[in-house]
């Protein structure tokens, strides 16, 4: 159900879905203090049912600022989504925030090993946590999720080619 995990994972890049759309019990879920819309590209394609059955598997978790979500070396068991707040990722010296609606740590789903960075709150923030043996369970159900993330990580990866590219040429 939607209030135990907290949140919808709407559709991204500016045509998210509504919780009406994704969540039979939005209001109970409003009154938790969850925004109403959480862009999430990895989930572009899927529908209302995929969504849900994501959301059965997750758990909100809150972060004081400054507290350690997770640190370079640590076992890669989750993925996470910010629900509101900020976190501060330091990838070996190069520092970038992420903001609502951000995923970070979708590796861990499909290839779990070692964390290549610190992730820390930059404020009190909530995250919706999906463990990597809950997330593997559900694709084999939901085939649609996992085209739609392979989508996303194939276009993350030509945006970081781009970047070693202009970074090469400069």
Same mark, same amino acid.
């Given at each position: 159900?939607?209030?135990?995990?907290?949140?919808?994972?709407?559709?991204?890049?500016g045509?998210?879905?509504?919780?009406?759309e994704?969540?039979?019990r939005?209001?109970?879920?409003?009154?938790?203090?969850?925004?109403?819309?959480?862009?999430?590209?990895l989930?572009d394609?899927v529908?209302?049912?995929?969504?849900?059955?994501?959301? +059965?598997?997750g758990?909100k978790?809150?972060?004081? &600022?400054?507290?350690?979500?997770?640190?370079?070396?640590?076992?890669?068991d !989750?993925?996470?989504?910010?629900?509101?707040? +900020?976190?501060?990722?330091? #990838?070996?010296?190069?520092?970038?925030?992420?903001?609502?609606?951000?995923?970070?740590?979708e590796?861990?789903?499909? !290839?779990?090993?070692?964390r290549?960075?610190? #992730?820390?709150?930059? +404020?009190?923030m909530?995250?919706?946590?999906?463990? !990597?043996?809950?997330?593997? &369970?559900?694709?084999?159900?939901?085939?649609?999720?996992?085209? &739609?993330?392979?989508?996303?990580?194939?276009?993350?990866?030509?945006?970081v080619?781009?970047?070693?590219?202009?970074?090469? !040429? &400069?």
């Amino acid at each position: 159900i939607c209030a135990r995990t907290s949140t919808s994972l709407p559709s991204t890049r500016g045509a998210g879905r509504t919780f009406e759309e994704v969540c039979p019990r939005e209001q109970e879920v409003r009154e938790m203090g969850i925004p109403d819309a959480v862009p999430v590209h990895l989930l572009d394609g899927v529908d209302r049912d995929d969504i849900e059955a994501l959301l +059965e598997v997750g758990h909100k978790v809150f972060f004081a &600022s400054g507290e350690s979500i997770f640190d370079t070396g640590d076992k890669a068991d !989750a993925m996470y989504v910010v629900l509101d707040g +900020e976190a501060q990722v330091d #990838v070996g010296g190069r520092f970038h925030r992420l903001t609502r609606g951000t995923v970070f740590g979708e590796m861990a789903l499909i !290839a779990p090993d070692r964390r290549m960075a610190t #992730v820390r709150a930059a +404020e009190p923030m909530h995250v919706l946590k999906v463990y !990597a043996e809950d997330f593997r &369970s559900l694709l084999l159900d939901r085939p649609q999720i996992a085209l &739609s993330m392979l989508r996303a990580l194939a276009l993350r990866l030509r945006e970081v080619e781009q970047r070693i590219d202009a970074w090469m !040429a &400069s």
